[in-house]
């Protein structure tokens, strides 16, 4: 099971920000992925392998952790940044988080 | 590319099928399986299960008594069956690419990345 946290963020554009997702076991392989997902858009990768940006993707984006505690960070907010973001392991079957909302203040 | 098509609507206790067609890849290519993510309203993605084009599927426990999953090499295509529909499966269906990250993917299922999704097919059950 994975748990995002905290559920809704309420930022500014140009903040920084960190998002957190736990697992409830260790994540084989750090097999950790996280999505983001505009209103009415399909999911898009951002990071897989914990911290290997996908391609495309600014640098402004960034995943750590490993074993249960991961992280992705967004160094500077863009407007187009304020979305869901959906963490995803997949190195033990697969699974995905409950999603942490990224809102505008 | 991925495109899902299927019924936009079906009634209660009845079965969906949908299909995924693939274009600019073979799902004949053993670097890649081949999935479907589901997402009710408002709610989080759920991993309904993955396929690989030689047969083995791999289904989420909560969903696998009413989940079949096949794939047709020659239309480059895969399927998904749910049986037994309630409104809690009302929602929408994405069909997805995943990338095999180690060899053993094809034997479990993961380690795979799904890198590539589909616009996503709207189902209501009503």
């Known amino acids: 099971v994975l748990t995002q946290s905290p559920g809704t963020l309420a930022l500014s554009p140009g903040d920084r920000v960190t998002l957190y997702c736990t697992a409830s076991q260790r994540v084989p392989g750090n097999f950790l992925a996280w999505y983001q997902q505009r209103p009415g858009r399909t999911p898009r990768l951002l990071i897989s392998d914990a911290f290997v940006r996908a391609t495309g993707i600014p640098d402004r984006f960034s995943g750590s952790g490993s074993g249960t505690d991961f992280t992705l960070t967004i160094r500077r907010l863009d407007p187009e940044d304020f979305a869901v973001y959906y963490c995803?392991?997949?190195?033990?079957?697969?699974?995905f988080g409950g999603g942490t909302r990224l809102e505008i203040k | 590319q991925l495109y899902e098509s299927g019924p936009g609507l079906v009634k209660p206790t009845e079965t969906l099928s949908l299909t995924c067609t693939v274009s600019g890849a073979s799902i004949s290519n053993s670097n890649y399986l081949w999935g479907w993510i589901r997402q009710p309203p408002g709610q989080a993605l759920e991993w309904i299960g993955t396929i690989y084009y030689r047969g083995p599927t791999w289904l989420n426990p909560s969903l696998r008594t009413r989940v079949s999953l096949s794939v047709d090499r020659a239309r480059d295509q895969i399927s998904l069956r749910l049986t037994s529909l309630t409104a809690a499966d009302t929602g929408t269906y994405y069909c997805?690419?995943?990338?095999?990250?180690?060899?053993?993917?094809?034997?479990?299922?993961?380690?795979?990345?799904?890198?590539?999704w589909g616009q996503g097919s709207q189902v209501t059950v009503s």
């Open positions: 997805a690419r995943a990338t095999v990250e180690r060899p053993g993917a094809l034997y479990s299922g993961y380690p795979a990345l799904y890198d590539w």
């Open positions: 995803h392991q997949y190195g033990d079957s697969l699974s």
